[in-house]
């Protein structure tokens, strides 16, 4: 008989919003060898300004995940939530760098230089913005998902999306050339239509 002790998550009405421990352990264990691959491609993306050496930051994102100081809400597929938590974790690190001023050693220019680097950064109005598009993306992403199913390729453009690739990084992300790819494309956007008559933008 089957063990019936334990519902399923779909039809647990007490259910938490958030996958547990077990549940991210198990999600990391089943990241295939290309969820890994294109895991480390986006890594790559977002090195830029910090101090994490590669495979530094997939490794920061997935302790955070597995020891809960993030947590990932069930609705959201597990790949595009470690991104994120990527894209999140380089994010703070470069804010912090950014910040910090040479206290010995540092001559009169390079703590100028310090500071104009500091002041070149977005002000507040457009990190709101910013904010903004990266929720609304987020919040669209998380919606079409809902009608892709098992299309790997559809999921992967959106993660790609979610990730600022266009162009070439996004071809090698999913491995195909350009004819696919605008394939792959037209059929996001039928759905979208579909799905989003007034209009979305990505």
Not at 16 to 27: F, G, M, N, R
Not at 52 to 78: V, Y
Not at 116 to 134: K, V
Not at 170 to 198: F, H, M, S, T, W
């Amino acid at each position: 008989m089957d063990d019936v002790s334990v519902p399923p998550p779909e039809v647990s009405a007490s259910a938490p919003e958030h996958l547990t421990y077990d549940e991210v352990a198990s999600a990391l264990d089943g990241l295939t060898p290309l969820d890994l691959v294109r895991l480390d491609a986006i890594e790559r993306r977002y090195l830029g300004g910090t101090d994490f050496a590669e495979g530094d930051l997939l490794q920061e994102a997935m302790c955070s995940a597995l020891f809960e100081e993030k947590r990932c809400p069930r609705i959201t597929r597990f790949m595009a939530f470690l991104v994120q938590s990527m894209r999140n974790i380089a994010g703070h690190r470069r804010d912090r760098l950014m910040q910090q001023v040479p206290i010995e050693g540092a001559t009169t220019d390079e703590r100028k230089s310090k500071f104009e680097l500091m002041d070149s950064g977005p002000n507040p109005e457009d990190a709101a913005i910013r904010a903004e598009q990266d929720r609304r993306a987020a919040e669209v992403c998380a919606a079409l998902n809902v009608h892709y199913g098992a299309d790997e390729e559809m999921s992967m453009v959106l993660l790609g999306w979610e990730s600022d690739m266009r162009g070439e990084a996004l071809r090698d992300l999913l491995g195909v050339d350009q004819a696919r790819l605008d394939y792959v494309v037209k059929k996001i956007r039928r759905i979208a239509r579909r799905e989003y008559p007034k209009g979305w933008r990505l």
